[in-house]
């Protein structure tokens, strides 16, 4: 439960609107507590609380007072989303405009995304930092130049367009890039240089959570982590982005690519090489196919790679390694990316360590034919986020949809004495009708064409009670082009289809068709782990039903099994942590697309006999009050009939 607290006065805690509401007040005094007390602090807060003035706010007004300012200490804003970037720098706007307070803020996005070069986006991450260190230091990047005379020194430009860029903060970072590239400079080393006096960073969870990119980060910018404020935003999503981030991956692509790189450019000797590691790696995958029955992934053992290379090459793994960095360099000169460092950097991360990890063979699909997959993928996140949580001044994560608050504890190692809070909705709680209708499954031991009928039929009748716009979220693409395939013959509403690896522009474009049909009614069909099942707002009378077709869980491959033994081994909660609740936290972020704001009302229906059964239905937090209906057609009518 939250502390008790008082009225706060919005001057007092730099809050920029008039009013605290009282759900704000109670977390407000949660934030105060953490920072006070240097307790770190996991929060569950539903949508439209107003989490982000609840925390930037108090923080701000703390680090500012006269109490702290010996301490030196900075607010690292981390999320994923575009739009909280906006909502963070719009607030932070708000506070110096109404309280007349003057400090530095930056926004910030990867690295490569902020590259003014020419295809500097189409690089994987090792390879473009790669890049930039080979351009900077052959001095062929004119951006960087224009900036910087040497590493620790700005030139008069630079200097000049850090000072003109400091008179307009706080910008989003887009504005920032325009600037920069009108004046040939760029924009990372820009927004470095003005985040040395930055009191509040606003960036992604990778410059906090990526070893190496922090170390750097942080060495540029002249500021320690135990001087550091951490939000952050969207916590739900910080295990996986770590797991992500962490995860390195050889192909037979890769190496057939890096062998005519060395073809390409006349290193024969590597050619050869490359080759016995080819050999190796196919020897490794023997035994797997895609025959019925057959196997298609196995686990790996880190001597199985290393032990034969070394021994076949004639050479120190290491110095194999080097080799191919050295050649890389040279390539990357020629054409930016280099597949010969891509399998230099996998065979560096190939020596990691196994506590904590996992080394799977898999054969999957493509569209140019089947591809092995040799990989090293990290399971526990705990391994990068527990040094980051402890090291902080403080660090407060928090998030609409992190229920139960003591798995993310557990799995991203914040401290036994962490604090949790766990707040309710804001919303009045007519504003919602969440239904069960237990009459059909994506189960794969029913899926047919019967069962894509049915779920459609449902489907139908619920778009057609919606008086507006509906989603429907599925636990696939190809589970959805299953159903859409009845649905489509029995539904009179146009219907918005999401194509799998839409551009941002694409994306943009989609909603804002789909948003159009608000007062005749259309539906969105997308897949709960596609674009739209999380991150995008459609706040007021933009949507007014949602329904979560099935549960997106699968078959649990290899890799699952993996989790769900180690998590059980570490916290005796291995299909809980490793299954069941990352794939309903899936469920929750696609239902909450309909109650963005207070003012909100929409239906929300989980349409799976499984959502009735104990196991699942206890996963539902208890603002949803879920239940089974006999009669949802009637309910939903009925619902929007009082409004």
């Not at 996986?240 to 005519?260: D, H, P």
């Not at 880190?302 to 120190?316: I, N, S, W, Y």
């Not at 706040?539 to 998590?567: F, H, M, N, R």
Request: with cysteine.
């Amino acid at each position: 439960m939250p502390p008790e607290t008082h009225v706060l006065d919005p001057p007092s805690i730099l809050f920029p609107y008039d009013k605290v509401r009282n759900e704000q007040s109670d977390m407000i005094a949660c934030v105060l507590e953490a920072v006070q007390e240097r307790k770190h602090t996991l929060i569950h807060a539903p949508t439209g609380l107003g989490k982000t003035a609840a925390t930037l706010a108090p923080l701000l007004s703390k680090i500012l007072s006269p109490d702290f300012k010996d301490k030196k200490l900075t607010i690292f804003f981390l999320t994923s989303r575009h739009t909280q970037h906006k909502l963070a720098l719009d607030t932070l706007r708000l506070i110096k405009e109404k309280y007349n307070i003057s400090f530095d803020v930056v926004d910030l996005i990867g690295k490569k995304l902020m590259c003014l070069q020419p295809g500097a986006n189409l690089l994987q991450g090792t390879e473009f930092n790669e890049y930039c260190k080979s351009v900077r230091e052959d001095k062929s990047c004119e951006f960087y130049v224009n900036v910087r005379e040497s590493v620790f020194k700005l030139t008069p430009h630079g200097h000049k367009v850090v000072d003109d860029l400091k008179t307009i903060l706080p910008i989003h970072v887009e504005v920032l890039m325009e600037a920069c590239k009108e004046d040939k400079v760029c924009p990372y080393e820009i927004t470095a240089e003005i985040a040395k006096d930055a009191r509040v960073i606003i960036a992604d969870y990778y410059y906090l959570f990526h070893p190496s990119i922090r170390e750097r980060f942080f060495s540029k910018i002249g500021k320690e982590l135990e001087q550091a404020i951490i939000i952050v935003d969207e916590g739900h999503n910080l295990p996986s982005r770590i797991q992500k981030v962490m995860t390195s991956m050889l192909t037979t692509n890769m190496i057939k690519y890096a062998i005519k790189e060395a073809k390409k450019y006349g290193y024969t000797e590597l050619i050869e090489k490359l080759q016995i590691l080819q050999t190796i790696f196919l020897n490794i995958a023997q035994g797997l196919s895609f025959e019925f029955g057959g196997q298609r992934e196995k686990l790996a053992k880190k001597e199985q790679f290393m032990q034969p290379l070394a021994a076949k090459l004639d050479q120190e793994y290491d110095a194999f390694i080097d080799e191919m960095e050295v050649i890389a360099d040279a390539v990357r000169i020629l054409q930016k990316h280099s597949f010969i460092g891509g399998i230099a950097q996998f065979l560096k991360a190939w020596k990691g360590q196994d506590e904590g990890f996992v080394r799977i063979m898999n054969l999957e699909p493509s569209k140019t034919g089947p591809v092995l997959k040799l990989s090293h993928r990290c399971l526990d996140p705990s391994l990068v986020a527990k040094g980051v949580i402890e090291q902080s001044y403080v660090t407060i994560m928090m998030s609409g949809t992190m229920l139960p608050t003591e798995m993310y504890k557990d799995l991203l190692g914040f401290p036994e004495l962490a604090k949790e809070y766990t707040f309710d909705n804001p919303f009045h709680e007519n504003n919602r009708l969440a239904i069960v209708i237990p009459k059909t499954t994506t189960k794969f031991s029913m899926r047919n064409d019967q069962q894509f009928s049915a779920i459609a039929e449902i489907c139908s009748q619920v778009v057609e009670a919606v008086p507006g716009n509906t989603a429907i979220f599925f636990p696939s693409y190809h589970l959805r082009d299953q159903v859409y395939q009845h649905l489509e013959p029995k539904t009179k509403r146009t219907c918005f289809v999401e194509t799998p690896g839409m551009t941002k522009q694409e994306k943009t474009e989609f909603i804002e068709r789909f948003k159009q049909y608000k007062n005749t009614g259309a539906v969105l069909l997308g897949a709960i782990t596609g674009s739209f099942g999380e991150g995008v707002d459609l706040p007021g009378d933009l949507l007014k039903g949602v329904v979560i077709v099935g549960l997106p869980l699968q078959t649990p491959d290899l890799e699952t099994k993996q989790l769900i033994a180690y998590y059980q081994q570490k916290f005796g909660k291995g299909w809980d942590y490793g299954y069941i609740l990352p794939a309903f936290q899936k469920t929750l972020q696609g239902a909450g697309r309909c109650i963005r704001t207070e003012t909100d009302r929409g239906v929300v229906v989980f349409l799976d006999e499984r959502y009735a059964w104990p196991m699942y239905g206890r996963c539902f937090p208890e603002e949803y009050q879920v239940h089974v209906s006999q009669y949802p057609i009637e309910e939903i009518e009925e619902f929007f009939r009082k409004f």
